[in-house]
């Protein structure tokens, strides 16, 4: 055998090898190159073919294409060429930027096929790579309305939420998606990770230990289980303390309602659900606890005790009369689950839980626990971005563990949000003068005495500090 020979078979033979093992990319750049080097190697178009085949099915994951295409009059040629073509845009896109073509692209090839359960699954995926998520959420819902029992519907739907960071509603579907399909090791994973975004150790930990059984090769998931036992000891030290304390005070509605918010934060669910029910019954117009209350048995698909709890809540409130018929005529033909769902929505941006996180990082502050603090606060600020407090206190946590720079600037942000708190201008205007800028400490001076009463004990303060910052004594 020539060296030729030997070289054209060895192609072929890497070629095959690669393609057993499901690289049809790969196994179709040899045998090219082999059809390069020798043309008429027995079989090779049947084989370039075949490999073609298997690469487009597993690139476009459209499950028996063939069957798929069956029917289209004298098309299949084009639409296997449309398919292919996308398939090269959409990595282009993410090779080369060019999204737009590729966006286009999904776009041609879905309104040819608008109704076609594997082609929306495969635009939603490709969607998702491109980083396209508004579209890819709309395709995912018309998925499920097309294939509302099928669980990949449900699943793909909550992974663009997941992606999305709306984890509340990733969760809804994903657990609709496991309803359907119990043993889906990837339904599990995203569920355990969701609740690691929302902080629910108890449930994250529940759905991967499930997840772990399927796969219990799956080193990710085991780290993260280990994770997540590291942080729910760390938790439980975290709110003891804050929980020992609420829970010795009077059973007041309010102090239930912290109770029941320290509970959920610990993915201590029941417990959270009963400590909302008994502030409300003991105030019925709760309306915080009534909104946690609802949601809770949302999640447990007590349907018509959440509508029963979500109007409740939404009698304290102004809303529209005709969003409430829309809700009260769910309600009245029987649709509990699309009653919940709607008043969830309509609910969900009004109440202000901004102060529970925000007092809660204050007490944090008080027992020394600084970053877990700025945990608290940071929620609390992203929720009620309008509440001095919350960024004086993160000045004061940021300054704790030495991060001078991000400390000046909520000390400053809570005094532009209320020109008369004092002592986060003061706290201010030490680090400027630590870091030697004395003309803005002096310009901040002069600002905070304008605003200071003649008489108030703070303008010795100030005036101490104007003769410091005069004389160069710093």
């Not at 008429?40 to 370039?48: K, R, S, V």
């Not at 073919?49 to 798929?68: M, P, Y």
């Amino acid at each position: 055998m020539n060296q030729e020979l030997l070289s054209a078979s060895e192609f072929f033979n890497q070629g095959l090898k690669l393609y057993r093992q499901g690289l049809f990319r790969e196994a179709l750049k040899h045998w090219e190159a082999l059809r390069n080097l020798k043309s008429d190697w027995p079989n090779l178009e049947m084989y370039i073919n075949v490999c073609e085949r298997q690469q487009l099915r597993s690139a476009f994951q459209l499950d028996g294409i063939e069957e798929i295409l069956r029917g289209v009059d004298g098309s299949e040629v084009q639409i296997l060429d449309q398919i292919e073509e996308t398939q090269k845009l959409v990595d282009m896109a993410v090779s080369e930027a060019k999204k737009e073509d590729a966006e286009y692209a999904l776009e041609v090839l879905l309104s040819g096929r608008p109704r076609d359960e594997k082609v929306l699954a495969y635009f939603i995926r490709q969607s998702i790579r491109l980083g396209n998520l508004p579209r890819a959420e709309v395709v995912s819902r018309d998925l499920v309305g097309l294939k509302p029992y099928s669980y990949r519907s449900h699943y793909l739907l909550g992974r663009v939420h997941f992606l999305s960071e709306n984890y509340e509603e990733a969760r809804l579907s994903l657990k609709r998606a496991h309803q359907l399909k119990s043993d889906s090791f990837s339904v599990l994973a995203h569920l355990g990770l969701i609740c690691i975004q929302l902080r629910e150790w108890e449930e994250a930990r529940d759905w991967l230990t499930l997840a772990l059984k399927l796969k219990p090769e799956d080193v990710r998931v085991r780290k993260q289980l280990d994770a997540i036992s590291e942080q729910m000891e760390q938790v439980e030290l975290d709110f003891a303390d804050a929980l020992e304390d609420l829970l010795k005070k009077p059973p007041f509605p309010d102090v239930l309602y912290r109770i029941g918010m320290i509970y959920l934060r610990m993915g201590k669910r029941a417990e959270a659900l009963d400590a909302f029910s008994r502030a409300v019954h003991l105030n019925p117009h709760f309306h915080k606890a009534l909104y946690e209350k609802g949601r809770l048995e949302f999640e447990n698909e007590q349907f018509p005790e959440s509508v029963n709890s979500l109007i409740a809540a939404l009698d304290q409130m102004e809303i529209r009369e005709q969003v409430l018929n829309n809700i009260i005529s769910f309600r009245d033909a029987g649709y509990m689950e699309e009653a919940s769902a709607e008043l969830l929505r309509v609910l969900k941006p009004r109440p202000d839980f901004g102060s529970f996180h925000i007092d809660l990082g204050r007490e944090l502050f008080d027992k020394g626990s600084y970053v877990e603090a700025l945990d608290e606060l940071k929620k609390g600020i992203q929720i009620a971005p309008s509440y001095a407090d919350g960024h004086y206190y993160c000045g004061l946590c940021y300054e704790k563990i030495l991060e001078l720079q991000k400390a000046k600037g909520h000390y400053q942000e809570a005094w532009d949000l209320n020109p008369f708190y004092y002592q986060s201008a003061f706290c201010y205007v030490d680090i400027l003068i630590l870091e030697g800028e004395n003309a803005r400490a002096r310009q901040t001076l002069l600002r905070l005495q304008s605003c200071l009463e003649k008489d108030s004990p703070e303008q010795t303060r100030v005036l101490n500090l104007l003769q410091g910052l005069k004389g160069g004594q710093v």
